[in-house]
């Protein structure tokens, strides 16, 4: 940061520089302004509204009505706990891709296009693949029934039509299509430590769970850190697989999220106030989150230094 | 860079080391493992593609067949030959396009100033741009549809372009982080022959990060490609849907008539331009996905 001094005695040649760069970042900043900032602090007024879109914004103000309305609707907290109970899927995911990248990481043949096979799920559009999998749950004709049929001769279960089996389901989908993103980033891990650990180790009669417990896992630990909020802040947003594959909110609205009761608050029932008062509610907890990654990342994540 | 560099090391290390005969067996079958694993893994696209080529009364005989028998293709020009799904296409590249170029520009020139230039405010106004990327979608969309609606935009395809004209903090970060590693002598030595900063930026710096630009560029296209939410949100009639908004449309509708066939063509369909591009550039794609990791 430059000094008052400085400020003042800047030269010419230093005030035409920065000019020159405030007008090169003009263009991203009132993007920020125009379509980040605004509607943030819009969003905390309008929670505070009775609010449709229609009538008036401030006319209709309601203080912290919506808010005590939201944390008393057992369609809010059935949302909240479905979207946690998703979270079952975040530690699988690390734990086989920590496994695969392991494997990967060895003397094998076909690497990159195991790699690949593993990582085309995440590059393939989140629509299109929520509509394949529908069709692989489908109770009648579906992929996975269908194998289920030839293995046991029985029926099997109803996929996305049971309150359950819904979220046994939506696991199953959300593992599938982010395991090749956790597997890239651990094998960028796993390739970022260094081999003469593993010697040293070997060389004082170390055995593999032992490498794997005091080397392997604490120096992947920034990955397992970055690989947690990012799924944790995301596994918050989780939307778009559930509209898709169920498009109103699964039997008995067992598998809706927040963000699906949000949108359906402010979309379909066009209570944008309430709306609102839920995306402020998603804030707090993603900036929580957040909070919790910038404080935690020194007690919990080892580095090679 | 530095990735790419440790990787290599890495690798000329292994090759240094005699490989057991136990270790070689371990190796077999990870190597299988791992493979029926990723197997598993692509088998339900697998299956998708293979769907879309069957016949109705296959498809509904309830017994378990993978392989297409009689193969139609009658499914793929049905599929182009509807006026929606055309539309769709359209709609989503004239959405990419002006997002792309402008949006582009405006990134690279934003990470430009904010990597080799000086200037008051600098770090601050670099951290609040940065913090847009913690701030989840969900969170802005309402008052962005009410702005939006408000600026008449909602009927046109305008919420799509003209927010990711004014860049994309993503990029911004990449592309600064990339610019760093460039010598910030060049930038010195065009000062003093008295460049004016545009043409620095433009002669110089750009064709200096083309490749790291190139590959976000991708990166965005793809996000751009499979953007689902936002276009449904913000697009009010139905010309103006994008291709995904129009996929979704199909599922809704022909799945009451069971033409899954039909559903699994468009959907296969929509994917192939992600996936071409990956395929083609999975090395600098999956790289940079690996660094934002270990950043």
């Known amino acids: 940061m430059a000094s008052k001094k400085q400020k003042i005695h800047m030269s010419a040649m230093a005030k035409r520089e920065e000019r020159w760069a405030w007008l090169f970042i003009a263009a991203p900043f009132v993007g920020f302004m125009l379509f980040m900032a605004y509607p943030i602090v819009f969003a905390l007024i309008a929670s505070a509204s009775k609010w449709t879109g229609i009538n008036s914004l401030w006319g209709n103000m309601v203080g912290f ?56 799920p995440v590059v393939s559009s989140l629509v299109a693949v929520s509509i394949l999998w529908a069709w692989v749950f489908n109770y009648d004709y579906g992929l996975l029934n269908g194998i289920y049929k030839a293995l046991t001769g029985m029926h099997g279960p109803n ?121 402020v509610i998603l804030a707090i907890i993603i900036f929580i989150i957040t909070a919790i990654n910038f404080r935690g990342q020194d007690k919990w994540v080892k580095t090679i230094d | 860079m530095e990735l790419a560099l440790k990787r290599s090391s890495a690798k000329d290390y292994q090759s240094d080391r005699v490989t057991t005969s136990k270790e070689k067996v371990v ?46 293709i009658g499914k793929y020009s049905q599929v182009l030959s509807k006026g ?45 741009l940065l913090a847009t990327i913690m701030i989840p979608f969900a969170v802005v969309m309402i008052p962005q549809y009410v702005l939006f609606t408000k600026l008449g935009w909602t009927n046109s395809l305008a919420p799509l372009i003209i927010p990711g004209c004014f860049g994309n903090v993503g990029m911004i970060f990449f592309l600064r982080q990339n610019l760093y590693s460039i010598p910030s002598d060049l930038m010195d030595a065009a000062k003093i022959d008295g460049c004016n900063y545009f043409r620095i ?4 710096f750009l064709p200096l990060m083309k490749g790291a630009l190139g590959t976000q560029l991708m990166l965005w296209f793809m996000g751009i490609w499979n953007d689902y939410l936002a276009p449904t949100i913000f697009l009010r009639s139905e010309k103006n849907w994008t291709l995904q908004v129009v996929i979704r449309s199909f599922n809704s509708y022909y799945a009451i ?10 959907s296969v369909i929509a994917m192939l331009p992600t996936l071409v591009l990956f395929f083609l550039f999975q090395r600098v794609i999956i790289e940079s996905i690996a660094i934002s990791g270990i950043k």
Do not use: H
């Not at chain 1, 909240?80 to 086989?96: D, E």
């Open chain 2, 201 to 204: 930026y433009y002669k110089i």
């Open chain 2, 257 to 266: 008539q069971s033409d899954y066939a039909l559903i699994m063509a468009a």
């Open chain 2, 84 to 128: 929606q799904f055309i539309s769709g296409i359209i709609n989503t590249i004239c959405v990419e396009i002006p997002v792309l170029l402008i949006g582009g520009f405006t990134s690279s020139l934003a990470a430009f100033a904010f990597a080799k230039m000086e200037f008051r405010g600098k770090n601050i106004l670099f951290l609040a």
């Open chain 1, 65 to 120: 009505r919506n808010y005590a309305k939201i944390l008393t609707d057992d369609k809010f907290w059935k949302a909240m706990g479905t979207t946690i109970i998703y979270m079952i899927g975040i530690p699988i995911g690390m734990i086989l891709g920590m496994l695969i990248a392991m494997g990967l990481n060895r003397k094998i043949p076909g690497k990159r296009i195991l790699t690949t096979m593993y990582y085309v």
């Open chain 2, 27 to 72: 190796n077999i079958i990870v190597f299988v493992v791992l493979f029926l694993f990723a197997i598993t893994m692509v088998f339900p696209l697998i299956y998708m593609v293979a769907t879309s080529f069957m016949t109705k009364n296959q498809i509904l005989s309830g017994s378990l067949t993978i392989l297409p028998n009689p193969i139609l």
């Open chain 1, 159 to 279: 996929w996305l039509g049971d309150e359950v089996m819904v979220k046994i389901s939506l696991i199953i989908f959300m593992v599938w299509k982010g395991l090749g993103g956790t597997v890239i980033l651990y094998l960028a891990g796993l390739q970022n430590i260094p081999r003469d650990y593993y010697e040293a180790a070997m060389i004082d009669g170390a055995n593999s769970w032992q490498k794997f417990k005091s080397i392997t896992l604490p120096l992947l630990s920034p990955v397992t850190f970055y690989v947690l909020i990012t799924s944790l802040i995301g596994g918050f947003q989780v939307f778009v697989e559930v509209q898709v594959m169920t498009p109103s909110g699964g039997p008995n609205y067992s598998s809706a999220t927040v963000v699906f009761y949000l949108y359906e608050k402010a979309f379909t029932n066009g209570q944008l106030g309430y709306g609102s008062a839920v995306a």
